[in-house]
């Protein structure tokens, strides 16, 4: 007999929510074979079995959330007959303050649990499935428009919209018969109750790890703010020449930044630092920024390795295929922990600037916002020209950085953005 625990998918992980049990007890199981999904605070992953034998007990069920290590089912030997529903003292205590499933009195006088429902698995993000366990929704009822199908937090509301509950037929009015009315005491009228409509929305396990971790941020990071204008008609330039060749993947606005930082980085190395808990500067040698990806559930950063080594177009293509597998909730631990140094880009959304909170315990994060056309004085003769400028700003933790360090880091940005042609060598 094997015990199959919640496996901790991160450094920062401390519990996980099972999403599905993809299968159910008293099937056969193969060592390596995916055997349920798991959400934890960063994404949706499938857990596998580690021996070979039969599915004889599920003790965490959909929907409930456990710490890392606990017990949530049991594999058997392939001969052995599925467990008893009663669970061992250790796995009771794991799951105690779970909601219980529903249990039947068996014909020997003892509790059996209820086995879980299993029904044909639907794409959806897990911030989607606790809103339709909250509101009493079939999934597969609904149809999904985010990547392959997936149902997503858009495509529920439509539902409830088209799907409104219609209003009752009125009642036949019947005659009144006219009574002399009985006097009355006095009452005071009661206060009008409010007709503010609500609609309570369940938070993922993204959301409250994003939540815990931004509030930690602002409150343990002694942010400051720098912020700096950069011509971009060169870069733009260059990134027309690049896509011109239909035959090598696209580059994007974002790769040339990147690549621009990590050149940055190299030259100004007390930004790729961070502050320890035994309040030392740990400074690195790689540039490993993460690149912010909005999603459904909320806000995950990806890390591009090695960018300090990387050309302009591997910094593309790892881009890529990071924010496809961060938007279809595939993205393993490693390929979003370890960063140096974070950029978060709104330009696309038409933000003209804004500034980011620090993603700890980096030292610092780049907010980039969008590119626009404007007329600016050049030269002596007070000449106006039109030009393509972008406003740029870091957010540094001043415990280690300081004001004329951020601003130097921001001029090698400038600089290579300005001169973008030295960013493909």
Same mark, same amino acid.
């Given at each position: 007999?094997?015990?199959?625990?919640?496996?901790?998918?991160g450094?920062?992980m401390?519990?996980?929510?099972?999403?599905?049990?993809?299968?159910?007890?008293?099937?056969?199981?193969?060592?390596?074979?995916?055997?349920?999904?798991i959400?934890?605070?960063?994404?949706?992953?499938?857990?596998?079995?580690y021996?070979?034998?039969i599915?004889s *007990?599920?003790?965490?069920?959909?929907?409930?959330?456990?710490?890392?290590?606990?017990?949530?089912?049991?594999?058997?030997? %392939?001969s052995? *007959?599925p467990?008893e529903p009663?669970? &061992?003292?250790?796995e009771a205590?794991a799951?105690?303050s779970?909601?219980?499933?529903p249990?039947t009195?068996?014909?020997?006088?003892?509790?059996h649990v209820?086995?879980?429902?299993?029904?044909?698995r639907?794409?959806?993000s897990p911030?989607?499935?606790?809103?339709?366990?909250?509101?009493?929704?079939?999934?597969?009822?609904?149809?999904?428009?985010?990547?392959?199908?997936?149902?997503?937090?858009?495509d529920v509301l439509?539902?409830?919209?088209t799907?409104?509950?219609?209003?009752?037929?009125?009642?036949?009015?019947?005659?009144?018969?006219e009574v002399?009315?009985?006097p009355? %005491?006095?009452?005071?009228a009661a206060?009008?109750?409010?007709?503010?409509?609500?609609?309570e929305? %369940?938070?993922?396990?993204?959301?409250?790890?994003?939540?815990k971790r931004t509030?930690?941020s602002?409150?343990?990071?002694?942010h400051?703010y720098?912020?700096?204008?950069?011509?971009?008609?060169?870069a733009m330039a260059?990134?027309k020449?690049l896509?011109?060749?239909?035959t090598?993947?696209?580059?994007?606005?974002?790769?040339?930044?990147?690549?621009a930082?990590a050149?940055?980085l190299?030259?100004?190395?007390e930004?790729?630092?961070?502050?320890?808990?035994?309040?030392?500067?740990?400074?690195?040698?790689?540039?490993?920024?993460?690149?912010?990806?909005?999603?459904?559930?909320?806000?995950i950063i990806?890390?591009?390795?090695?960018?300090?080594t990387k050309?302009?177009?591997?910094i593309s293509?790892?881009?890529?295929?990071?924010?496809?597998?961060?938007?279809n909730?595939?993205? &393993?631990?490693?390929e979003y922990?370890?960063?140096?140094?974070?950029v978060?880009?709104l330009?696309m959304?038409?933000v003209?600037?804004?500034?980011?909170?620090?993603?700890?315990?980096?030292?610092?994060?780049? +907010?980039?916002?969008?590119?626009?056309?404007?007329?600016?004085?050049?030269?002596?003769?007070?000449?106006?020209?039109?030009?393509?400028r972008? *406003?740029?700003?870091?957010?540094?933790?001043h415990?280690?950085?300081?004001g004329?360090?951020?601003?130097?880091?921001l001029q090698e940005?400038?600089?290579?953005?300005? +001169?973008p042609?030295?960013?493909l060598?």
């Open positions: 007999m094997a015990e199959i625990t919640m496996p901790k998918m450094d920062g401390e519990e996980g929510t099972i999403n599905a049990w993809l299968k159910k007890e008293g099937d056969q199981v193969k060592s390596g074979e995916a055997i349920a999904e959400e934890t605070d960063k994404a949706s992953v499938e857990i596998t079995a021996e070979t034998g599915l *007990k599920i003790i965490v069920q959909q929907g409930q959330t456990v710490p890392v290590g606990a017990v949530i089912g049991v594999i058997g030997s %392939p052995a *007959k467990a009663a669970l &061992k003292e250790k205590v799951v105690t779970l909601p219980s499933a249990a009195n068996g014909a020997n006088g003892h509790a209820a086995p879980a429902v299993t029904t044909e639907v794409k959806a911030l989607v499935r606790s809103m339709a366990k909250e509101l009493g929704l079939e999934l597969a009822r609904i149809s999904g428009s985010g990547p392959g199908g997936r149902i997503v937090q858009r439509a539902y409830l919209e799907h409104k509950t219609q209003p009752a037929p009125a009642l036949p009015v019947l005659p009144t018969v002399a009315p009985a009355q %005491p006095a009452v005071v206060p009008v109750a409010s007709t503010t409509t609500a609609q929305i %369940p938070t993922s396990n993204m959301r409250k790890a994003i939540a509030v930690q602002k409150q343990n990071t002694p400051f720098v912020t700096m204008l950069i011509e971009m008609d060169r260059l990134l020449e896509n011109a060749d239909t090598a993947g696209k580059v994007t606005v974002n790769d040339i930044i990147v690549k930082c050149v940055a190299a030259k100004v190395p930004v790729n630092a961070t502050w320890t808990p035994e309040n030392t500067i740990r400074r690195y040698s790689e540039a490993h920024i993460g690149v912010a990806v909005g999603i459904d559930e909320g806000l990806p890390v591009i390795r090695d960018c300090q050309t302009l177009r591997q293509a790892d881009a890529k295929q990071l924010i496809t597998r961060a938007r909730g595939q993205l &393993k631990p490693e922990s370890g960063g140096t140094f974070s978060s880009n330009g959304m038409g003209d600037e804004f500034i980011a909170i620090i993603n700890p315990p980096e030292a610092a994060i780049l +907010a980039i916002g969008g590119i626009s056309r404007d007329p600016v004085v050049v030269g002596d003769s007070d000449q106006i020209v039109i030009r393509s972008m *406003k740029v700003t870091i957010s540094a933790d415990r280690l950085l300081d004329v360090v951020a601003a130097k880091f940005v400038k600089k290579a953005l300005e +001169a042609f030295s960013l060598s």
